[in-house]
Each structure stands twice: as structure tokens, then as C-alpha cells.
């Protein structure tokens, strides 16, 4: 059922997975303070039962299930677990994910890398998906968010590993998108560009780089359950996906000098950033 109109939150028992920080804890509050009963699954108990005790301290409703979702028993075990503890479960945000940044050039002994990648960010979320899909067929309804990137619609260098993990996510979505339209089942793509996220912390040049804040982003999520899309992204992602589709070898080569000026203006300005701040370290 292909239903764009908006519907209430409160009420609703949403899981959401990687809610131990980032987008995830962050949809998770947005959702508790709308009135949703929050089901939050990630490896870091101690950092679940944080989020939980905000919540709860806020006037909201969330429970915490530990899984490991890189382990298919552990996350078959939590599914079951959340079968038994709640007789609906009309949302599952599938947000956990696993991000890489190399080169191929230098990932031709790190195969793990590929297999890693795909475990957290494709497997799991369709395990999850699979694992609970029973129970919104039973209920006559329900909605799967899957949370993906602009990488998958546009492509991105360095990025093949999470990029693949993610298309493949992408097009299981469309699948069930398609499958479920009868039963009262949505499902949504969130497709998001670059979020000031612990995940891109590390990579000192993303500064320099246009970046969601993650406030906005959870809100996507909480904006995707109210309005059960088929997509949510940006402009650009979807107007790159389009020329992509349309003309693959004149768009690409676009991508890779888009790319290739973006990264080195960001590269050049991180290089003057260090350069001033040795400078004061210097007259200090």
C-alpha cells in the first residue's frame, strides 16, 4: 500500500537498530518524545540503557535489546526476544551500519573488508526484516525504513565496499516495496549524504565537507514513519541517479570530476587549517 499520507506517531512500537548513538539514539528520542514506543537494538548495552534512561527521564517509553547484529544467531535471538515482549511491532528501522573508506587499489588483501561490510549493512538488515516480517503480515500492516546512502545512488571513490552493501540494501527494498503492496506493509529508502556522525569524525578532511547534522537527520526517519515514502534524499543524489541510469558513461566520468574537485579543495583547506594552527602553535 503505497500511502504517503501523514499518520500519527504516538503510540506505534518502533525498533531501531545502532541505537546506541548517532542517527539511531537521536530518531530514537525524536520518536519517544512523538509518543512512539521505542525499541532500541545495538552491541554497547551500557550505551542503550543510556538512551533508555533519557528517554524515559524525558516522559517517553524504550526498551533495550543488546544484540550483536554482526552475528546472525544474535540477531535471530533479539528478534525473537522482541516477538515475545511486544505484540505489535508496527516499524523497523534498519539504521546500524558499517562504513569504509579505502581505495581498491589498497583493498586487494582485505577482502574481510568486503565480506564486514556487507554482514552488518545488507545481511542483518534483511535478517531483521525477515525475522519480523511475519508479525506485520499477521497484524495487517507495518513499515520497514531501511537507512542507505547517497553513495548508492551516485557512486563515491574510496567507498566501493560500503557503496555495494548499500545498493544491495537499495534493491532488496524495491523488492519488498513491490511484493508488499497489497498488505499494508511500506517500505522506505532513506538515502542520506555526508552526517556529522562519531562514524565520520576520524576522516579530518570531512570537515570540509558539507555535513548533515544528525538532529536533522533522525528527523528523516521520524518525517519517513509519519509519511511512509518510498525514498527520502537529496536533490543531487537524485538528479546523479537519474543521469546515471540514463547516459552511465558520460555521468560517471561527470561524478569523477565532481569528485576529484570536491576532495581537493576540502584537502587543500585542511592543509592551510594545519598549516595556521603549527604557525600559532609555533609563536605560542
Given amino acids: 500500500m503505497f500511502n504517503n499520507k501523514s499518520r500519527p506517531v504516538a503510540g506505534l512500537t518502533v525498533v531501531i537498530t545502532g541505537a546506541s ?10 520518536l519517544a518524545t512523538a509518543g512512539a514506543i521505542v525499541c532500541l537494538v545495538a552491541r554497547r548495552k551500557d550505551e542503550l540503557a543510556r538512551v533508555r534512561t533519557q528517554i ?28 515475545a515482549k511486544h505484540k505489535r511491532i508496527d516499524v523497523l528501522v534498519n539504521n546500524a551500519g558499517r562504513s569504509i573508506r579505502r581505495l581498491l587499489r ?11 561490510t556487507m554482514q552488518l549493512n545488507y545481511f542483518a538488515a534483511v535478517r531483521m526484516t525477515m525475522n519480523l516480517l511475519p508479525r506485520m503480515l499477521e497484524q495487517g500492516g507495518g513499515q ?12 563515491s571513490p574510496r567507498f566501493a565496499a560500503y ?3 548499500k545498493a544491495a540494501l537499495d534493491s532488496f527494498s524495491r523488492s519488498l516495496r513491490i511484493e508488499l503492496a497489497s498488505s499494508g506493509i511500506d517500505v522506505t529508502t532513506i538515502s542520506y549524504p555526508l552526517v556529522k556522525t562519531a562514524m565520520t569524525e576520524p576522516t579530518k578532511v ?4 558539507p555535513q548533515m547534522e544528525v538532529a536533522d537527520a533522525a528527523r528523516w526517519i521520524v518525517e519517513a514513519v509519519q509519511t511512509r515514502p518510498a525514498r527520502r534524499s537529496t536533490p543531487l543524489a537524485l ?15 561527470q ?21 595556521e594552527n603549527a604557525d600559532q602553535g609555533a609563536e605560542g
Avoid at 60 to 71: E, M, Q, T, V
Avoid at 255 to 275: G, N, P, V
Fill in 21 to 30: 548513538s548517532g542517527i539511531g539514539e537521536e530518531a530514537a528520542k525524536q
Fill in 255 to 275: 561524478l569523477a570530476r565532481y569528485y576529484k574537485y570536491r576532495i581537493e579543495r576540502a584537502q587543500k583547506r585542511l592543509a592551510q587549517s594545519e598549516e
Fill in 163 to 165: 557503496s555495494a552493501s
Fill in 56 to 83: 524515559k527521564a524525558a516522559g517517553g517509553k524504550a526498551f533495550i535489546y543488546p544484540a550483536d547484529l554482526s552475528d546472525s544467531a544474535s540477531v535471530d535471538t533479539c528478534c525473537k526476544t522482541l516477538l
Fill in 239 to 253: 538528479a546523479f541517479n537519474l543521469a546515471i541510469n540514463a547516459a552511465p558513461g558520460p555521468a560517471l566520468q
Fill in 206 to 209: 570531512y570537515k570540509y565537507f
Fill in 144 to 155: 520497514v525504513v531501511n537507512v542507505s546512502s547517497v553513495a548508492a545512488l551516485m557512486s
Fill in 106 to 116: 589498497d583493498s586487494v588483501d582485505r577482502q574481510h573488508d568486503f565480506e564486514r
